[in-house]
Antibody, heavy 119, light 107 residues
Framework: EVQLVESGGGLVQPGGSLRVSCAVSGFTLRSHWISWVRQAPGKGLEWVAHISPDGSWEDYVDSVKGRFTVSRDNAKNSLSLQMHSLRVEDTAVYYC????????????WGQGVLVTVSS | DIQMTQSPSSVSASVGDRVTITCRASQDINGHLAWYQHKPGKAPKLLIYGSSRLQSGVPSRFSGSASGTDFTLTISNLQPEDFATYYCQQAYNSPDTFGGGTKVEIK
């Protein structure tokens, strides 16, 4: 069974840092792009970042460029989203999601983890 | 960046109705469009990929179509479990932008 499980969310002050992790099982991680998607309270889904299967290429939405870094360890079946200089507007539920082969959409998602940025 | 304009933002419908949601891309995305269903407290669910291909396990009352940069999700014979928010997403050019969402509510 394919599973993605996020962890590491919580409350952090503005300007602070937080690392969210995504542990995967049930599939070969090194074969898939992985995306991070977030949903702020009362708002829609927002694509945040993605990383290539071998970790050599990544991209980010403009609002997090230079502050967020996505990484992966295929041998440990895990990924992480390191967030620095957090802002109140980064408050959201963060999801990791697998891209299906040949870019056929985000076919499996984690349950999400809440990150709250507040003083 | 490619902008995805989704409409309407909400729609009220009854069980058995046909609901149509549209998404317009700001430029050609070569059909690389997916539709998702999202319910509160749950992970989003992939319904359609490649504009019109039904994801495995998704009921056939869901269908997708495309005409140039305009994309449509149709839900035929709306069921109680279909009341949710629906999003389109383009995956042609990074960043892989989502539409603003359409909330399908009970009339």
């Amino acid at each position: 069974e394919v599973q993605l499980v996020e962890s590491g969310g919580g409350l952090v002050q503005p300007g602070g840092s937080l690392r969210v992790s995504c542990a995967v099982s049930g599939f070969t991680l090194r074969s898939h792009w992985i995306s991070w998607v977030r949903q702020a309270p009362g708002k829609g889904l927002e694509w945040v970042a993605h990383i290539s299967p071998d970790g050599s290429w990544e991209d980010y939405v403009d609002s997090v460029k230079g502050r967020f870094t996505v990484s992966r360890d295929n041998a440990k079946n895990s990924l992480s989203l390191q967030m620095h200089s957090l802002r109140v507007e980064d408050t959201a539920v963060y999801y990791c999601a697998r891209t299906a082969p040949t870019n056929r959409g985000l076919d499996y998602w984690g349950q999400g983890v809440l990150v709250t940025v507040s003083s | 960046d490619i902008q995805m304009t989704q409409s309407p933002s909400s729609v009220s419908a009854s069980v058995g109705d046909r609901v149509t949601i549209t998404c317009r891309a700001s430029q050609d995305i070569n059909g690389h469009l997916a539709w998702y269903q999202h319910k509160p407290g749950k992970a989003p669910k992939l319904l359609i990929y490649g504009s019109s291909r039904l994801q495995s396990g998704v009921p056939s009352r869901f269908s997708g179509s495309a005409s140039g940069t305009d994309f449509t999700l149709t839900i035929s014979n709306l069921q109680p479990e279909d009341f949710a928010t629906y999003y389109c997403q383009q995956a042609y050019n990074s960043p892989d932008t989502f539409g603003g969402g359409t909330k399908v509510e009970i009339k």
